[in-house]
């Protein structure tokens, strides 16, 4: 199973990215999916998570600015991120839960993509 994201990029602040995370290989089910974030020194976050039947988490820092979306026949997430702030500059891991046998479940990571705010 591999979790393949992009999207990431250098952004104004107030300006908008959306990033997209692709999962591929072979599996039954995909539950949870979701972002994280890392910023320089700091300890990697959650941002936000949707399961299977669309149902939505956020951390208070991103509510209002940040939407997680997925779409289940194509087994990907999306993360649009408007209104930006300096201090969403970080490296964005997507995450699953990933059901690849019948008692079988794993969480995976993506190789991370940076997001940047600046002006």
């Known amino acids: 199973v591999q979790l393949v994201e992009s999207g990431g990029g250098l952004v104004q602040p107030g300006g908008s990215l959306k990033l997209s995370c692709v999962a591929s290989?072979?599996?039954?089910?995909?539950?949870?999916m979701g972002w994280y974030r890392q910023a320089p020194g700091k300890q990697r976050e959650l941002v936000t998570t949707i399961t299977s039947a669309g149902t939505t988490n956020y951390a208070d820092a991103v509510k209002g600015r940040f939407t997680i979306s997925r779409d289940n026949a194509k087994n990907t997430v999306y993360l649009q991120m408007n209104s930006l702030k300096p201090e969403d500059t970080a490296v964005y891991y997507c995450?699953?839960?990933?059901?690849?046998?019948?008692?079988?479940?794993?969480?995976?990571w993506g190789q991370g993509t940076q997001v940047t705010v600046s002006s």
């Open positions: 995450n699953a839960i990933i059901r690849t046998g019948l008692i079988i479940e794993d969480a995976y």
């Open positions: 290989g072979s599996f039954l089910r995909i539950n949870v």
